[in-house]
């Protein structure tokens, strides 16, 4: 699967910006979906996961509340709704399919290639 996200910019503290992620797979609804970012010198993180159906999520202690991800598989296509954004948040985020809803950069297959999101103070 190719992944393609898209959404990135830049914003000032208290935005908003809704990240997509198109999958050029006939199979993605068989796919568990993650957002991760990266900043600046820093590793891989978790952000939120969905899985096949969107019937269950997982998110990181530092966007709940904050981030929504959600899916359309009619559509091949994962978004990551991030509101009342903070200067933290500056970072590249990455999409990513696998078979769970794992925290774990490792339990994922495919990654795109990322879109910047920086927020500014």
């Known amino acids: 699967a190719q992944l393609v996200e898209s959404g990135g910019g830049v914003v000032r503290a208290g935005g908003s910006l809704r990240l997509s992620c198109f999958a050029s797979t006939q199979t993605f609804s068989s796919y568990d979906m993650g957002w991760f970012r990266q900043a600046l010198g820093k590793g891989r993180e978790f952000v939120a996961a969905?899985?096949?159906?969107?019937?269950?999520?997982n998110y990181a202690d530092s966007v709940k509340g904050r981030f929504t991800i959600s899916r359309d598989n009619r559509k091949d296509t994962v978004y990551l709704e991030m509101n009342d954004l903070k200067p933290e948040d500056t970072a590249a985020y990455y999409c990513a399919a696998g078979t769970s809803i794992s925290s774990s950069y490792e339990d994922y297959d495919y990654w795109g290639q990322g879109t910047q999101v920086t927020v500014s103070s």
């Open positions: 969905i899985n096949w159906s969107g019937g269950r999520t």
